[in-house]
């Protein structure tokens, strides 16, 4: 096959041909395409408390299970003879159209997978037309990341702590920053009880990584100017900013009156929390369960999904994070309710592997998958798949 007729195939059969006509020339992917071997070989690379502190979950992990568990308990169920030659996975978010429903959800610290870090992935994502969403807790400042994407779309990710001042410091720099909405973080006001991360006692904010934008902000900067040197009281400071275990629905007004973004709540796992969410003013909810981070033993963040979109159905938008591995996952979640979905653990072994060119390795394969996932699913569009499409099978 020449390269153009390579070029006029669909997405995936393109990108996988072109894996296997590499093939002949003894050319083979550089990274694992599974995620399971991804893993092992970023565990083997990377030091072992970095790698925990982005592997691990809360407690016993059984909610990191649930959550794959989850996506076994709903199937695909194929249609035949369907015309699946017109395939796309183009949505629209927010009045932005995408070409697919992927952003790359938040994860901290990234500079203990890669120097690069956050820019790395930014760059990965511009070049794959993939928004990401930056995390609160970076390791390159959210001005700096936003200028590698420029026009491109990008978001910024909020732990909302008890410093209203802060807050809105934040929010007002993210703006400024050209970011197109704001992700709060609502499930982790307390940090989690993470074995893996207790067993090395680490925990990469006493070390002073993830908080370039808290040292490069002016009200930090005010709050700790007279005990840089006592990294307690700099920590203290931090805690204060970063959590809040009092804040309340109500609270959201805070945010809600100090940006004219989008607002999106992220952890709702429970259709009230959804019509409460909505009721306080936001623009989206993404259900969700921090991956498993946070509360161990938690329902798998798939298993709500269809419930939350049928309580609160076209009153606002839902997108679906927790334990997206391939493209099988995507149409799972896409098909339950949720206008786009995460990804974030995927992408960051990526980065622990090879840097920006990593990160597009890695979620190049997860879109081509999932573009093919689409089609053998007996679908053209996201608009074809719901959940008839699905069948919930028991444990």
């Known amino acids: 096959m020449n390269p153009a007729a390579l070029s006029s195939l669909p997405g995936g059969m393109q990108y996988q041909l072109k894996i296997y006509f590499e093939g002949m020339q003894k050319k083979k992917p550089s990274l694992p395409v599974g995620f399971e071997q991804l893993e092992v070989l970023a565990k083997e690379k990377m030091p072992a408390e970095a ?10 992990e059984s909610t990191m299970y649930n959550n794959l568990q989850a996506f076994n308990e709903w199937q695909i169920i194929p249609r035949m003879m369907g015309d699946v030659s017109h395939r796309s996975m183009g949505i629209e978010l927010f009045g932005v159209q995408l070409p697919t429903p992927v952003l790359l959800g938040p994860i901290g610290v990234l500079s203990i ?3 690069d870090g956050e820019v790395a992935v930014a760059k990965a994502a511009k070049a794959l037309h993939i928004p990401q969403v ?57 940090f989690a009880w ?20 808290y040292f490069s902000d ?30 309340t629905w109500e609270d959201l007004s805070v945010i809600r009156e100090s940006t004219k973004l989008p607002v999106i709540v992220k952890g709702i ?66 098909s339950l309710g949720a206008k786009a979905v995460l990804v974030a653990r995927p992408y960051a072994y990526g980065l622990a592997l090879g840097g920006e060119q990593g990160v ?17 699913a007996g679908c053209n569009s996201w608009k074809e798949a719901g959940k008839e499409r699905l069948k919930k099978v028991g444990k």
């Open 269 to 334: 796992q429970h259709p009230d929390d959804a019509r409460k969410a909505i009721d306080h003013g936001v623009d989206g909810i993404i259900v969700s369960n921090h991956g498993g981070r946070q509360c161990d033993g938690a329902i798998g963040a798939l298993n709500v999904l269809d419930e939350i979109a049928e309580a609160v159905g076209t009153k606002t938008t839902i997108l679906f994070d927790s334990g997206i591995r391939r493209g099988a996952d995507i149409f799972k979640a896409m």
């Open 51 to 60: 790698f925990d502190y982005i592997a691990g979950g809360a407690g016993g």
């Open 134 to 190: 930056v995390s609160n807790v970076s390791s390159k400042t959210m001005e700096e990341i936003a200028q590698v994407h420029g026009e491109h779309p990008h978001w910024f990710q909020l732990y909302w702590g008890r410093n209203n001042d802060f807050t809105k410091s934040i929010l007002s720099r993210a703006e400024k920053a050209g970011y197109n909405a704001i992700v709060v973080t609502l499930d982790t006001r307390i």
């Open 218 to 247: 002016p009200v930090f900067q005010s709050l700790i100017k007279d005990c840089t040197s006592d990294p307690v009281q700099v920590l203290m400071h931090f805690a204060n900013c970063f959590s809040n275990p009092s804040s």
């Open 113 to 115: 997978a890669h120097p």
């Open 360 to 376: 597009w390795e890695v979620l190049s394969n997860l879109l081509a998958d999932t573009e093919l996932t689409l089609g053998l």
């Open 194 to 213: 993470r074995e893996r991360d207790i067993q090395n006692a680490y925990l990469p904010f006493l070390y002073k990584l993830g908080l370039a934008n």
